[in-house]
């Protein structure tokens, strides 16, 4: 099968999350990708479980580090920094995210290398970037407490609250996707590479989109407002009668549908609730009443009598519900990939749907390379 990114060649010097998600996309689309890991104790996330699988991986690690082959350099030694420089040779990507300085010290900095290898694209990847922010380490859960998600998510009464999963480090892997492919169309137009820098905390300001906005533009700083929408009401959780479902009316032709579909129909007439900035406005009256229509059945009910009428609805599932949902809906997100020992893991399918140049899961995450003086 032909890969969009079959001749592609990567050297991986990041570890954890945002680093490794990039360069797993990148071998998702073909590219050859070989992962430089720390001899003995290698990427971090090797060590960060439970949950383990049933071999005793790290499902952390299994899950951003497919269609990669690993070795073990210590960079400390001449040899292994030597090896790691003739790989950085034959490179046309390499990818790193240490604090700003670490590669330079090692002779593996973009300016260094970037004079025998000119075609280069060199993706820097930090916390802060390179100025007065450099000697900050860089951690999911400080940039979105720093970067005011925290500030946004959770309820009102409640303390900030962090999203469920490093978003800011899978937000950064996508923004160094794009940016390593935008860098790779000019080298081979150009036959000129790049440096390609992303810090975490642009990142999510640039992700922030009407949130960030109604800063910037308005002067507007959000606030937690739970499940709430800021600029558009009825948009969140609603209590059947047993329990939560989640309602997402974006116009006032699809709330007219909600209150016809509930047996209301007079209630998208109300004074208060006649357009979307009223019902912002009135959102705590809109809720009290469609919670008194809602209680009345339960959840399942009123999400199938709703999505019959084009209204986005539905129940609150766990990931394994999620899952389910998804394989019922045939969008297969779960594939299984072979190790070299027969045995098999199952991952996250990845989502980008490609007619002729289809992701391809031609190797499972590595076992811990043995370090090459072995």
Not at 5 to 34: E, Q, Y
Not at 101 to 107: A, E, H, K, T, Y
Not at 150 to 173: N, R
Request: glycine share 10%; with cysteine.
């Amino acid at each position: 099968m032909v890969s969009a990114l079959a001749d592609l060649k990567i050297l991986d010097f990041s570890r954890v999350l945002a680093g490794p998600f990039a360069t797993m996309l990148l071998g998702d689309l073909g590219a050859n990708v070989t992962k430089i890991e720390r001899p003995e104790s290698g990427d971090d996330t090797r060590a960060w479980g439970p949950p383990f699988d049933e071999f005793g991986e790290a499902t952390y690690f299994l899950a951003v580090n497919r269609n990669k082959e690993s070795i073990a350099l210590d960079l400390s030694l001449p040899s292994d920094l030597m090896r790691a420089k003739n790989l950085a040779a034959e490179s046309d990507v390499i990818i790193e995210n240490f604090m700003p300085g670490v590669m330079d010290r090692f002779g593996l900095g973009y300016e260094d290398l970037s004079k025998t290898n000119k075609a280069l694209v060199y993706c820097s990847i930090t916390g802060f970037g390179k100025g007065l922010g450099a000697s900050l380490p860089g951690y999911d859960l400080l940039i979105q407490a720093l970067g005011g998600l925290m500030s946004i998510t959770g309820t009102p009464e409640g303390k900030p609250q962090k999203v469920g999963v490093a978003l800011v480090d899978i937000i950064a892997g996508l923004f160094a996707t794009v940016g390593i492919l935008s860098a790779i169309l000019h080298s081979r137009a150009t036959g000129e590479g790049q440096l390609v820098e992303v810090n975490l905390l642009s990142s999510l300001l640039a992700a922030m989109a009407n949130q960030g906005s109604a800063y910037t533009a308005a002067g507007v700083v959000p606030r937690r407002i739970g499940n709430e929408h800021p600029s558009i009401a009825p948009y969140g959780l609603i209590r059947a009668a047993d329990r939560d479902l989640v309602i997402a009316v974006g116009n006032d032709r699809q709330f007219s549908a909600l209150c016809d579909a509930i047996g209301n129909s007079e209630l998208s007439k109300d004074l208060r609730f006649v357009t979307n900035a009223l019902r912002v406005y009135f959102r705590e009256d809109l809720k009290t009443e469609l919670e008194i229509i809602f209680g009345t059945e339960d959840a399942v009910h009123w999400v199938r009598i709703l999505n019959k009428v084009g209204v986005p609805a539905g129940v609150v599932n766990d990931l394994a519900a999620a899952f389910t949902v998804a394989s019922d809906l045939g969008l297969s997100p779960i594939i299984k990939i072979q190790r070299p020992n027969g045995t098999e893991v199952s991952l996250t399918r990845n989502p980008i749907s490609l007619s002729r140049t289809p992701a391809t899961y031609r190797s499972a995450p590595p076992v811990m390379p043995v370090h090459t003086d072995q």
